[in-house]
């Protein structure tokens, strides 16, 4: 019996076994202890090369936070992606922030090519596939990455984030650069037509990268689909396409939206539902190594499936149902309370499914979403 569980557990060890794992690390930098959280999907093999994401809190909050605000996990299990989120330090106010060019003596561009080096030598991490996103601050921190430390970065995307006031004109990217940006037109803290003497307008870090990687000028606009019309917002896509090496700009414009992450599982803010911001942004990760558009593979699927969900509100039962047959092996269904909490987490097995509510508190308002390969369904569950 002792050999059979030496040969096994020697086995495991030879193909390098791995379940899910959320790890607390620490790497040190310039003499500072750092800290990031790192997700790595039970689907994670160390014989296959592995795409990492950067994923970066806002001005004043935290890796923690932006892990569940900004949630890329379960898209990380279905596609296979390293998620890391980096931790800041505290600026001259007491706040954790990134230091984007923001001032200080804190070195963030050389912690997180630091860490990316660090987690290369654990993780079998594809080094032509490191993309970075963030929120608010993060997205400055995404900008900043792709001028200062692009040799490393495929791809960025920002939500809430813009420029700094004329970073474009000392941005030093050293390859075509595909740039997504997410913003609202009400955007309190960092607004859509930018401040006077310290952010750029949206429009004018679109232009600029529009022009940086010679992409069409004029876009083409799309109307996103109101699927969510009691959440005080509607979007616009903005596509620039024929760049060099095959990039594009995007730009999805949230009308009347806040300071907020569209799709996220609570509500702080106006907040957009008609798209979820996380599965955009790795939609459009997934179509670039740092070489450009990645051509000779299978793309995500792009395939549209409709879903019901009813009665909304319900008092006990809702039904979920497809308009037609979709791969269940990885669809999920996720209950969060107001303040985020995760209350419910079931796989969805088939076309046509029941799941009982009954046991939460009447009254209460719920985030849902439904989650498979290739979509990610968002919207408000009211139990009465």
């Not at 994401?53 to 806002?58: P, Q």
């Not at 080094?127 to 900008?143: A, E």
Request: hydrophobic content about 35%; glycine content about 8%; proline content about 4%.
């Amino acid at each position: 019996m002792k050999t059979l569980l030496l040969f096994l557990f020697a086995s495991c060890l030879s193909i390098m076994c791995f379940a899910q794992q959320t790890i607390n690390g620490t790497i040190t930098h310039n003499s500072l202890q750092r800290s990031y959280i790192l997700y790595v999907p039970a689907s994670y093999s160390a014989g296959t090369l592995t795409p990492l994401v950067l994923n970066f809190h806002g001005y004043t909050s935290n890796a923690n936070d932006q892990m569940i605000y900004g949630d890329f996990r379960a898209i990380a299990d279905t596609a296979g992606f390293l998620l890391v989120h980096p931790m800041g330090t505290i600026d001259g106010s007491g706040n954790t922030y990134w230091n984007s060019n923001w001032g200080g003596s804190v070195d963030d561009i050389g912690f997180i090519e630091a860490l990316i080096d660090s987690l290369a030598l654990s993780y079998n991490i594809n080094m032509g596939r490191v993309y970075s996103t963030g929120m608010s601050n993060g997205g400055f921190m995404s900008y900043t990455l792709a001028c200062d430390l692009s040799n490393r970065i495929a791809a960025i995307a920002s939500v809430t984030g813009t420029m700094n006031l004329n970073q474009p004109l000392t941005c030093n990217s050293l390859h075509p650069t595909p740039v997504m940006e997410i913003h609202g037109t009400l955007d309190p803290t960092v607004p859509y037509n930018g401040v006077a003497g310290s952010m750029e307008p949206i429009v004018n870090v679109l232009s600029y990268w529009v022009n940086f990687n010679q992409c069409d000028t004029g876009a083409i606009v799309t109307n996103v689909s109101d699927i969510n019309v009691f959440d005080g917002s509607t979007a616009e896509h903005y596509l620039y396409q024929n760049g060099n090496s095959g990039v594009e700009v995007e730009h999805y414009k949230i009308i009347n939206g806040a300071h907020t992450w569209p799709g996220a599982p609570f509500v702080l803010g106006t907040t957009n539902y008609d798209i979820n911001a996380s599965l955009k942004i790795w939609e459009f990760f997934a179509k670039y190594d740092i070489n450009g558009k990645i051509t000779g593979v299978n793309q995500l699927n792009e395939k549209k499936v409709e879903v019901i969900f009813y009665p909304n509100p319900t008092n006990s039962i809702i039904n979920i149902k497809f308009n037609e047959p979709i791969d269940f092996s990885n669809t999920v269904f996720r209950l969060f309370d107001l303040t985020g909490r995760e209350v419910l987490s079931r796989k969805v097995g088939s076309s046509s499914t029941q799941i009982d509510v009954s046991k939460y508190p009447k009254g209460g308002t719920y985030t849902y979403q439904l989650i498979n390969s290739s979509q990610t369904y968002t919207g408000k569950l009211v139990i009465q």
